[in-house]
């Protein structure tokens, strides 16, 4: 598969709730929809595609993760099966901020889920202990984490980063979103500066896996010794039973 990466991929990660593949209409939209902005000569029905995961995730006796990698350059597509590992996230996770800009490139909006991002594997390297960093734009503007979206809580409203604002419009990000008008939280999706991270209330990460992750503390900054704010908390009581009855799964 050598080639194939280092032409490029898109790819999606999927997980399975209950055994069943989570939210694959709207995984296979932002694939369909990276296929159309390549040109990729790829055509797959939403039926086979869902088969395919169905089939694989049969194989797997608990939770799955699936990664779906789609070569850019031969059209081919690769399914990857394996049990879902989640580390305990509620208690908390560290995250600082990234050195890394991210800058505008045209030829690869941000809304397009490939590999090989030349920011997000800068990124990356400067994990290390933290469970992510935060990339933030060249404004200034606070971005996404590095395989996440942001959120905070101020005074009770939940802040995300607009789309505008250069970030990938993930699925967990747009079910919070759902969650958070279900339960009246005020929301705003802006611009968000850096220095708001760290005067915020509460903060969180979200993304398919692992759905809410509470942060502990941004790079000196401690959100909180024993528990997420109430927020984040109610958030990740209803996130589960929330999503597996929307009706678009
Ligand atoms: N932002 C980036 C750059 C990502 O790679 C991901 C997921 O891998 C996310 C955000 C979260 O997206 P989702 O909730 O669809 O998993």
Redesign the pocket.
Known sequence: MFEEVSQGLVYE?LRTYNRVPFAAYKHYNRLMRSVSFFDIPFSMTFEEFVDILKKGTRQIDRESRIKVLLSVKTAELFFVFSPLNISSVEEGVNVKISKIRRIPDLSTP?SL?ITGRTD?LLARREIGECYDVILTGVNGQVC??????VFLVKEGRLITPSIESG??D????ENVIKLANRLEIPLEERFVWVWELFEADEMFL????AGIVPVRRLNDHLFFEEEPGPITSTLMENFEPFVLNLEEN
Do not use: W
Request: hydrophobic share 25%; net charge positive.
């Open positions: 990660t941000p889920k997000i996404e984490g590095s395989f996440s979206n970030i990938l993930g699925i967990t990000r979200t993304h398919t896996s």
